[in-house]
């Protein structure tokens, strides 16, 4: 197993492709409720516009992408919707006392794991590589989850996250979570 940033474009299929596997509306409501899902689909072309500014983190077992934590900045604003209203609400919050407009923070746009690889930890490693590239340059990292998604509320929290706000959006609610790296 390796955890590392992408560097090829097969990696970033291999992302799309665990991406449609995960899709919330492609599960059925059990499945749903046991494993999680992700929520927004994201084209090929926006996942390499991402890469370009910070190149995603993947965990791969020998040529397989079995999980990513794709890397979104502000230069991603306009290419997704989802993308877009987080940016534009997260950008309304303050974290302890400094409005978050006014920081350099990265964002988590979508974090998966397949479902044959889950429980082994790749979640905790791909954000401890995060961490380690990004740190230096974004003070935080945010994310948002779906408040019907407890397992990745869960993972998140072990991660070192913490529900900062709630946000509405795509008809659902969503928890903000936050990393202070420098915490």
């Known amino acids: 197993m390796v955890i590392k940033r992408v560097t090829e474009m097969d990696e970033l299929q291999g992302i799309k492709d665990l991406q449609t596997a995960n899709l919330k509306s492609r599960l059925g409501k059990d499945e749903i409720e046991k494993e ?29 992408v079995v999980g990513y934590a794709l890397v979104a900045t502000r230069s991603v604003i306009g290419g997704h919707p989802l993308l877009d209203d987080f940016f534009r609400q997260t950008d309304t919050l303050t974290y302890k006392g400094e409005a978050l407009r006014d920081v350099n923070y990265v964002v988590v746009g979508q974090l998966c794991v397949a479902k044959d690889h889950r429980g082994q930890g790749l979640v905790k490693k791909m954000y401890d590589l995060f961490k380690d590239e990004l740190a230096a340059t974004y003070p935080f990292c ?8 407890p397992r990745s509320l869960k ?5 070192g996250y913490e529900v900062i706000s709630t946000l509405e959006y795509g008809g659902s609610k969503w928890y903000i979570v936050i990393r202070d790296w420098n915490a």
């Open 36 to 64: 999680g899902f992700v929520t927004a689909e994201y084209s090929l072309e926006l996942l390499e516009r991402m890469n370009a500014t910070e190149p995603h983190i993947i965990a791969k077992d020998l040529d397989r």
């Open 142 to 149: 945010l994310t948002d989850v779906d408040e019907m998604n």
């Open 155 to 159: 993972a998140h929290l072990n991660s």
